[in-house]
Each structure stands twice: as structure tokens, then as C-alpha cells.
């Protein structure tokens, strides 16, 4: 399951991480997939077919668009997959670039497992659409395209502003969410209010959230580099009140007691 990743030239770049082409066509189907909370939304372009899961928890089976938006979640979800397309391109976001270049608050009512992107988007996505399947398997060229379209956005949603959002998330992530929330605020210049209000219009989390996916997912690569062996180790470099705090932490975003680190470290690997 190679991936490739690509980023994009400035400023598209203070806006999105990058773009992932993901390649299923050696087998996907069958696998059980594991979805943490990143603290970033996500755009999907299936390049041929649309994926179907079926929600361990529930058991629900979930057909999704063949190009969807994936919105901020919580908490993790675990699927199995049913269908998968041979190829899938992912914008993966910074945490305010779905507001600022889809224009479109981020504290909306979005479906729970992907929304449609004509569904959200209407008549200003679809000739994009129209283009990604024309261009078949050429994924070069649909990296193309989306890339032009997302810079297009930019300019037509120039005056939506992110700036103390995005300081926010700057300072969050520098400080591995340890920041308080009345610190956050003065360091950006707002009240607590206001910054509330912004966060969840901008990013689709309270910045109290946000800060707590943010160190979680701080711990997890360290899991991932293999650098954390420790209990005590842990609660002390990520400033949870004790054991007990990070293993409450870390079932509510992980699904798993800290007990099974070495499945986890295996599925992130």
C-alpha cells in the first residue's frame, strides 16, 4: 500500500500539509483500518470507485462518495474495509485551511463518516469533478488539477482571516498542547470568548480540544520512534496530572488501553 507524498508551493502551503496519493491496487479489502483524531480535516478524490466500511462498533456499512470531505472527529474509528478504489488522493489540511479555502465554517452539521463534496460544495466543485474523471488513472495530472482549484479558492476567499486562528494553533502545537487556554488567549489577543468562537468556526474543535488531540498525537510519535519505553516517562514529558490522566487520555483517543502500545506501534509503523 505505497503512498506518495507531494506539498504545495506558497502560500497554498500556510494553508496544507500536503497531498497524499495513496496506492491500494496490491489489496485493501478485508483489512481493518484504524482512524486517530490528527487535528486536521481531509478532502478524499477516489480515482475510480467509491470506498464501503463497515464501522466495527456498529456495524454499520458506510458507502461513501467517491469525493468527500472529511470533517475534524474526536475520537477514533476503527473499520473494516469492504470496497476499496485502486487510488486515492488526500488533501490533508492545516487545522484552519478547510475554513479558509473552502470557506465553509467548520462547526456545520457534516456527516459523521464523510460528506459529499457536491453536497457541501455545490456548483463551485463540480467542474473540478467533471475534470478528475476525465483524467481516468492520470493521477499526476488530478494532483494538478485539484492544486490549481485549491489556489483558485485562495484568491476567491482572500478575505476570510485566520491570523490569530492559526497563531493559536502555531503556539498549541510548539508547546505540544500544554498551553493554557487564558494563556492562548493573550498570546493571540483575544478574549477567552472570542477565541472559542474563532476556534470552532475556523478549525471545528474548542481549543481546549484541540490542544489535547495535539499532545496525543505529539505521544504518538514518539511511540512511533520508539523513544517512549516509560510510564512515568510519558506522564512527566506531556504534562498529564498523573498515570491515570494519560491512560484516560489515551483510551479516549486511541480506542486501546496504553497496554496495547506495541499493537499500536505496529499499526502506525
Not at 76 to 97: D, M, S, T
Amino acid at each position: 500500500m505505497p503512498s506518495k507524498w507531494f506539498y504545495p508551493a506558497s502560500p497554498l502551503r500556510e494553508y496544507i500539509s500536503t497531498y497524499i496519493l495513496s496506492d491500494y491496487t496490491d489489496g485493501f479489502v478485508g483489512t481493518t483500518t484504524y482512524m486517530y483524531p490528527t487535528g486536521s480535516a481531509v478532502l478524499c478524490f477516489s480515482l475510480d470507485r467509491p470506498a464501503i466500511f463497515k464501522e466495527i462498533s456498529s456495524g454499520q456499512m458506510i458507502k461513501h462518495a467517491r469525493f468527500n470531505f472529511i470533517h475534524q472527529f474526536k475520537q477514533p474509528r476503527i473499520y473494516e474495509v469492504i470496497a476499496f478504489p485502486a487510488k486515492v488522493l488526500h488533501v490533508i489540511f492545516k487545522p484552519y485551511g478547510a475554513y479558509r479555502l473552502l470557506g465553509i465554517p467548520q462547526n456545520c452539521s457534516f456527516d459523521e463518516h464523510g460528506t459529499s463534496l457536491p453536497g457541501i460544495l455545490a456548483d463551485k466543485i463540480i467542474p473540478l469533478l467533471n475534470q478528475i474523471e476525465d483524467a481516468g488513472d492520470n493521477s499526476h495530472h488530478v494532483i494538478r488539477l485539484v492544486n490549481q482549484w485549491l489556489e483558485d479558492q485562495l484568491i476567491k476567499k482572500e478575505k476570510l482571516d485566520v491570523a490569530r486562528v492559526r497563531h493559536a494553533c502555531m503556539l498549541i502545537e510548539a508547546n505540544q498542547g500544554n498551553l493554557s487556554i487564558e494563556q492562548l488567549a493573550k498570546k493571540v489577543w483575544l478574549s477567552k470568548r472570542a477565541l472559542q468562537y474563532q476556534f470552532q468556526e475556523q478549525v471545528g474543535l474548542s481549543p481546549k480540544l484541540y490542544s489535547r488531540i495535539t499532545r496525543f498525537n505529539a505521544l504518538l510519535a514518539g511511540i512511533k520512534n520508539n523513544q517512549l519505553t516509560d510510564w512515568q516517562e510519558i506522564v512527566s514529558k506531556y504534562n498529564y496530572f498523573d498515570q491515570s490522566h494519560f491512560i484516560k487520555e489515551f483510551k479516549y483517543f486511541s480506542g486501546n488501553s496504553p497496554a496495547h502500545l506495541p499493537d499500536i506501534r505496529a499499526i502506525l509503523s
